[in-house]
Nanobody
Framework: QVHLVESGGGLVQPGGSLRLSCEAS????????MGWYRQAPGTQRELVAS???????NYVDSVKGRFTISRDNAKNTVYLQMNSLKPEDTAVYYC???????????????WGQGTQVTVSS
């Protein structure tokens, strides 16, 4: 099993910054793409940013130029640097990893428990 633990959420004023971290642990054979999703009350969970094992990235339009996703493959960790935060960025942010726990198992999607980000004055 692969376990994901997020950290770094909190309350920040508009225009401020936060850095989210997500570390994968447990039985890990390989991790393919990793990503960050968010879900605000009454809305569907949406992809915020993703990063492939080789480093190519993808962002939802609303965060382009403000958020940066990165990963440290040696530490099985993905980060989300969030700058110029806006009230509409308020949501629970979830980490996701597409990974194999054993070489003979298929790739599965694993999720973290979520971390709250609140942008408010």
């Amino acid at each position: 099993q692969v376990h994901l633990v997020e950290s770094g959420g909190g309350l920040v004023q508009p225009g401020g910054s936060l850095r989210l971290s997500c570390e994968a642990s447990g039985t890990i054979f390989s991790i393919n793409s990793m990503g960050w999703y968010r879900q605000a009350p009454g809305t569907q969970r949406e992809l915020v940013a993703s990063i492939a094992v080789g480093g190519s990235t993808n962002y939802v339009d609303s965060v382009k130029g403000r958020f940066t996703i990165s990963r440290d493959n040696a530490k099985n960790t993905v980060y989300l640097q969030m700058n110029s935060l806006k009230p509409e960025d308020t949501a629970v942010y979830y980490c996701k990893a597409d990974a194999r726990s054993r070489s003979y198992l298929p790739i599965s999607a694993y999720w973290g428990q979520g971390t709250q980000v609140t942008v408010s004055s």
